[in-house]
T-cell receptor, first 111, second 112 residues
Framework: QQQVKQSPQSLIVQKGGISIINCAYENTAFDYFPWYQQFPGKGPALLIAIRPDVSEKKEGRFTISFNKSAKQFSLHIMDSQPGDSATYFC??????????FGAGTTVTVRA | NAGVTQTPKFQVLKTGQSMTLQCAQDMNHEYMSWYRQDPGMGLRLIHYSVGAGITDQGEVPNGYNVSRSTTEDFPLRLLSAAPSQTSVYFCASQGVGNQPQHFGDGTRLSIL
């Protein structure tokens, strides 16, 4: 049973549009919530991460929104570009080195 | 900087064979982990290590062994391969103090 539930499984967005990926968790002991980006044939790479003491974190076109009471967090990709086409994984952990991953979302950005 | 290096990149085994997946990191990271990635299931933690000589089980440890004799190396052993172990295996390393996990490019393993 996955500790982090991720949706949607895939999405298609036009260039310049907004991609939104949602994740939910049950374990209230989780205190670290990273997002990873993975290109075909490569390992995941950290994109952005948040701790539960803040409700939002923005890095460039990527924003994490965090709702502690609802036990949900989401990734927003603004002004989506074809180079953003990849698989995105949310994750959560109690200690930094033991990550529980969501199932992944494949994002396709159409030019 | 090589980062996290995994070998081999591809491997085909027959049921019952054994093999070792190699993982090496050159960042002097204390933490190392092995994950398997299967379609629709994300990455699942197999085993992890918080330092040389210390290992522990993750979410899906059955059928796999690990050891950590040096800081740099963290091999994963399949003692008797089964078709259910067909997967992509990723090794990761992480420094202490809120550092990100760095992943290798994976080993794609098929068991017939």
């Amino acid at each position: 049973q996955q500790q982090v539930k991720q949706s949607p499984q895939s999405l298609i967005v036009q260039k310049g549009g907004i991609s939104i990926i949602n994740c939910a968790y049950e374990n209230t002991a989780f205190d670290y919530f990273p997002w990873y980006q993975q290109f075909p044939g490569k390992g995941p790479a950290l994109l952005i991460a948040i701790r539960p003491d803040v409700s939002e974190k923005k890095e460039g076109r990527f924003t994490i929104s965090f709702n502690k009471s609802a036990k949900q967090f989401s990734l927003h990709i603004m002004d989506s570009q074809p180079g953003d086409s990849a698989t995105y994984f949310c994750a959560a952990s109690e200690v930094d080195y033991k990550l529980s991953f969501g199932a992944g979302t494949t994002v396709t950005v159409r030019a | 900087n090589a980062g996290v290096t995994q070998t081999p990149k591809f491997q085909v085994l027959k049921t019952g064979q054994s093999m070792t997946l190699q993982c090496a990191q050159d960042m002097n990271h204390e933490y190392m982990s092995w994950y398997r990635q299967d379609p629709g299931m994300g990455l699942r933690l197999i085993h992890y290590s918080v330092g040389a000589g210390i290992t522990d089980q993750g979410e899906v440890p059955n059928g796999y062994n690990v050891s950590r004799s040096t800081t740099e190396d963290f091999p994963l052993r399949l003692l008797s391969a089964a078709p259910s172990q067909t997967s992509v295996y990723f090794c990761a390393s992480q420094g202490v103090g809120n550092q990100p996990q760095h992943f290798g490019d994976g080993t794609r393993l098929s068991i017939l």
